[in-house]
Structure formats: C-alpha cells, structure tokens
C-alpha cells in the first residue's frame, strides 16, 4: 500500500503543500438545494481522505447494502463514481455506474487491489465529486485489471478499459488516501485552482446581480 503510494507520479507532498494553502470557496447560493438526507461529501483538503481506508470484513458486512448506500450518494451527487472514504466511511471499497434507466452498469468494488495496467496511456480531464469545479488532464493507462469482491462476496479479477478503466483508476486513488491532485504537476494544479477561483467569482457576481433584482 505505501509503496502504490509513493509511486504516485507527482509527489504528494507538492501537492499537500499547494492544497495546504487552498480554501475552497463558499456558495451563498440565494437558492440552495434541498437538504440530502444522506451522507455528505468531504472535501479534497479533509484530513480522512489523506489517509488510505480500511480493509473491510468480506464475510460480515452487508455487501449488497453498503453498495446500494454509496450509489444512492453518487447518484445524488451526479458522479460518475463514488469512494466510500468520500463520504466519511472508513472502507476500501468504491463504486462506479452510468446511471442509465435501463440496463445500467453498476459495480461496487471490495477490498480492490490493482494487479496490472497497460503500458498505453492517455490524457482525459478528470472531476472529482470531493471537488467541485476543479477540472485537471490526467494521464492514466486505458486498460486496467483489478482484483477485488464483489457485491456477492465473491472475489474475481477483471479488465476494463475506457471510460470504466479511467474511473475506477480514479477511484483508487481515494483508496490510497490520494486523489487526481497526485497526478499532476504542481503547475498544472495551481492553474487548475486559479480556474476554480475565476469561476467562483463569476458565479458571485452573477449571484449579487440576481439578489438586487
Ligand atoms: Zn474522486
């Protein structure tokens, strides 16, 4: 686990540091969404998401529960793919769907280790639902194969490739208590995070002018 960690391309600690000094912009949103039930969604900069979850029991946890409670959240949230730590839950385990009405893809991932990748690699821009706004070009391999539990208990190794490839290597990220912010370089980062800010301003202003009429 810490050797995945410390392979990570850009060191970790130069991103902690642009992190350490980052204060995610707050929304006075004159109309804020219902409150969600649920649980909430941690930020990037909480110190639990630095830290790589636990393994969790196999054999006696609710497997099928714990995936339809972390895709009840991702869906909430409108992602693509949701960590258990995201929202508080000190489990190794992640899941990934597309949401759509019919035949969706739905997986969740228990206890997952990464057994191989491909040398191929691509470029895509990647969120994060721990923060919003944030958009960065990642380069990961297209084709990963993973072993893991299933929601059935049961342990397999799979390949996948494209956009499924590119979420769950995401997702692992969360899963050594890193994130996309790793994968890039300190430049690119703090570019990323001037663009966050750029926009939280429009979105203020837009905001006061909404308020005074
Ligand atoms: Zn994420």
């Given at each position: 686990m810490k050797d995945e960690r410390e392979q990570l391309p850009s060191a970790v600690d130069d991103a902690a540091d642009v992190m350490s000094n980052y204060d995610p912009p707050a929304y006075d949103d004159p109309a804020p969404e219902p409150e969600y039930e649920g649980p909430k969604l941690l930020h990037m900069?909480?110190?639990?998401?630095?830290k790589a979850p636990s393994e969790i029991d196999i054999e006696k946890e609710d497997l099928k529960q714990l995936k339809a409670d972390l895709l009840e959240a991702m869906y909430y949230y409108r992602g693509i793919g949701l960590s258990a730590n995201q929202i508080g839950i000190d489990g190794k385990y992640f899941v990934v769907g597309d949401g759509k009405e019919e035949e969706p893809f739905e997986k969740a991932f228990f206890n997952p280790s990464i057994i191989g990748v491909s040398k191929e690699e691509d470029h895509l821009r990647e969120g994060c639902l721990s923060f919003p706004e944030l958009w960065l070009m990642v380069k990961r391999p297209i084709q990963v194969t993973l072993k893991f539990f299933n929601s059935d208990g049961e342990e397999i190794v799979e390949t996948y490739e494209g956009t499924t490839a590119r979420v769950i290597l995401h997702e692992y990220d969360h899963m050594l208590g890193a994130n996309f912010t790793h994968r890039v370089s300190k430049l690119k980062l703090e570019r990323g995070l001037k663009a966050v800010a750029k926009k939280h301003k429009k979105h203020q202003r837009r905001i006061q002018r909404l308020l005074k009429t």
């Open positions: 900069t909480h110190p639990f998401l630095s």
